[in-house]
């Protein structure tokens, strides 16, 4: 009996080892492809090209989401008279690949309001960088971040700004890359924006902050509004929707 439950026991770690040596070889194949085809295809210009060629005329309020994959996701937008929405997110690009499609992705299009979510791509990358490849990482997120602000406010256009959403839990597989500095980053990122908000006056830009919107009092998630450690829920989206709309009916 006793050689039964140590041979079971053998086999379990075998089959375990097996399937964690799998999870792990298709994680390194899924960064090695994302890495790879950043190399190949540094930005994204085209990537909406025809979409916007074939936008018909501005006829009523437009109103343009723009970032990362959590802009992408962003598809239960709030039903607003008279307001077209168009999403111009791209998954896993950073502050920088974003800055690059600005022009052609938003101001041409000839928005009335911006909504912009973007960052946490630069700054996972924090958890596979060494000291100095850190400090730049943090220091062009925020350059990229205000460079891009301050291109709305000089062509007059409203934006709603939404804080770097925090990541949840990472997932086991993301643990090999991930570091604490993250969070930490994410925190120090939106709380100097919270504070340049409270401190200056740009009647063109609105702040959501995400955390206060997505976490209850107590610093807990809402209930069901992560996806998995980066992205959102459809109910994670409705808290989202509430606080644009607080900004947008009262003018």
């Given at each position: 009996?006793?050689?039964?439950?140590?041979?079971?026991?053998?086999?379990?770690?075998?089959?375990?080892?097996?399937?964690?040596?799998?999870?792990?070889?298709?994680?390194?194949?899924?960064?090695?492809?994302q890495s790879r085809l950043t190399a190949v295809f540094p930005t994204h210009e085209?990537?909406?090209?025809?979409?916007?060629?074939?936008?018909?005329?501005?006829?009523?309020?437009?109103?343009?989401?723009?970032?990362?994959?959590?802009?992408?996701?962003?598809?239960?937008?709030?039903?607003?008279?008279?307001?077209?929405?168009?999403?111009?997110?791209?998954?896993?690009?950073?502050?920088?690949?974003?800055?690059?499609?600005?022009?052609?992705?938003?101001?041409?299009?000839?928005?009335?309001?911006?909504?912009?979510?973007?960052?946490?791509?630069?700054?996972?990358?924090?958890?596979?960088?060494?000291?100095?490849?850190?400090?730049?990482?943090?220091?062009?997120?925020?350059?990229?971040?205000?460079?891009?602000?301050?291109?709305?406010?000089?062509?007059?256009?409203?934006?709603?700004?939404?804080?770097?959403?925090?990541?949840?839990?990472?997932?086991?597989?993301?643990?090999?890359?991930?570091?604490?500095?993250?969070?930490?980053?994410?925190?120090?990122?939106?709380?100097?924006?919270?504070?340049?908000?409270?401190?200056?006056?740009?009647?063109?830009?609105?702040?959501?902050?995400?955390?206060?919107?997505?976490?209850?009092?107590?610093?807990?998630?809402?209930?069901?509004?992560?996806?998995?450690?980066?992205?959102?829920?459809?109910?994670?989206?409705?808290?989202?929707?509430?606080?644009?709309?607080?900004?947008?009916?009262?003018?």
């Amino acid at each position: 009996m006793k050689i039964r439950m140590v041979t079971l026991f053998f086999i379990l770690l075998f089959v375990a080892s097996i399937l964690l040596n799998g999870g792990l070889l298709y994680a390194l194949k899924k960064y090695y492809a994302q890495s790879r085809l950043t190399a190949v295809f540094p930005t994204h210009e085209s990537f909406y090209r025809q979409a916007n060629l074939k936008l018909p005329p501005k006829t009523q309020k437009r109103i343009v989401l723009f970032g990362d994959s959590r802009i992408q996701e962003w598809q239960n937008l709030p039903n607003i008279a008279n307001v077209e929405f168009i999403n111009r997110g791209i998954g896993g690009e950073t502050t920088a690949q974003l800055r690059v499609r600005l022009e052609i992705d938003v101001l041409k299009l000839n928005p009335d309001v911006v909504i912009l979510q973007m960052g946490i791509n630069d700054l996972v990358t924090l958890g596979v960088a060494n000291e100095i490849e850190q400090k730049a990482i943090i220091r062009q997120c925020q350059e990229n971040l205000n460079l891009m602000v301050e291109a709305l406010t000089q062509a007059h256009i409203q934006m709603i700004l939404l804080t770097i959403i925090p990541a949840a839990q990472p997932h086991p597989l993301r643990l090999m890359v991930w570091s604490d500095m993250i969070a930490q980053q994410v925190e120090e990122i939106n709380q100097s924006w919270l504070k340049r908000v409270a401190t200056q006056t740009n009647p063109f830009l609105h702040l959501i902050d995400t955390a206060a919107t997505l976490k209850n009092q107590q610093g807990q998630w809402h209930s069901n509004v992560n996806r998995d450690t980066l992205h959102l829920t459809a109910t994670g989206y409705d808290h989202l929707n509430q606080a644009v709309l607080s900004i947008l009916q009262p003018h």
